[in-house]
């Protein structure tokens, strides 16, 4: 069975930082990988998502992600936070077939700090 | 206009009450879902359809039922409400006619059991 790991449950980084959410996967073959954004009252938005072919993933809101076999991570990072990121951001991890086979991960809690 | 809405957004009932919560999508898209969100735990698939005529269950529907009464509308019931029950509640569409589908997700539905 499939599995996502997302170690830090909340992280604060100052605005205008770069910032890095870890996301480990457990998968036997390649896997469907992406990450969603919630901001405080809202539903889940996809920032990226990575199937096949080029393993840096470009995003929405100046985010990017690097799909890495060897260590089994699809990381999320932003070269310069701003205060408008804070928000929860959930790593999931699928298969071919839909999205009833994608499983998320518990989430990391960003706060911005000026 | 909001893509995917979700009926009520706030709720509270009592332990042993049938409450529904409704979901529609001005998308077009085929495939709708229910998810719950609780705190650590990330979302976990309560059910999920693919057409009027599809339905089917998802990780945790014990204590759940659904009704898709039309392609636009997805309903979830509780038909006896309990504490643990109580959680955020997503509503979900993605459409299987794209080879890369995003799904989008609705505003979500707080519900407290008491």
């Known amino acids: 069975a499939q599995s996502v790991t997302q170690p830090d449950i909340h992280i604060t980084v100052s605005e205008g930082a770069s910032l890095e959410l870890r996301c480990n996967y457990s998968?036997?073959?390649?896997?469907?990988l992406f990450w969603y954004v919630q901001s405080p009252g809202q539903g889940l938005q996809l920032l990226l998502k990575y199937f096949s072919g080029d393993t840096l993933v470009q995003g929405i809101k100046g985010f990017e992600a690097e799909f890495k076999r060897s260590q089994s991570s699809f990381n999320l990072r932003k070269p310069s936070v701003h205060w408008s990121d804070a928000a929860e951001y959930f790593c999931?991890?699928?298969?071919?077939?839909?999205?009833?086979?994608?499983?998320f991960g518990t989430g990391t809690k960003l706060q911005v700090i000026p | 206009d909001a893509d995917v809405t979700q009926t009520p957004r706030n709720r509270i009932t009592k332990t042993g009450k049938r409450i529904m919560l409704e979901c529609s999508q001005t998308k077009g898209h085929d495939r709708m879902y229910w998810y719950r969100q609780d705190p650590g735990l990330g979302l976990r698939l309560i059910y999920y359809?693919?057409?009027?005529?599809?339905?089917n269950k998802g990780e945790i529907s014990d204590g759940y039922s659904v009704s898709r009464q039309a392609q636009a509308k997805f309903s979830l019931s509780l038909e006896s409400a309990i504490p643990n029950q109580t959680a955020l509640y997503f509503c979900?569409?993605?459409?299987?006619?794209?080879?890369?589908?995003?799904?989008?997700f609705g505003p979500g539905t707080r519900l407290l059991v008491l």
């Open positions: 359809s693919f057409d009027v005529k599809d339905i």
């Open positions: 979900a569409t993605s459409d299987d006619r794209l080879a890369t589908e995003t799904q989008y």
């Open positions: 999931a991890v699928g298969r071919s077939g839909g999205y009833q086979k994608v499983t």
């Open positions: 998968y036997g073959a390649t896997p469907y």
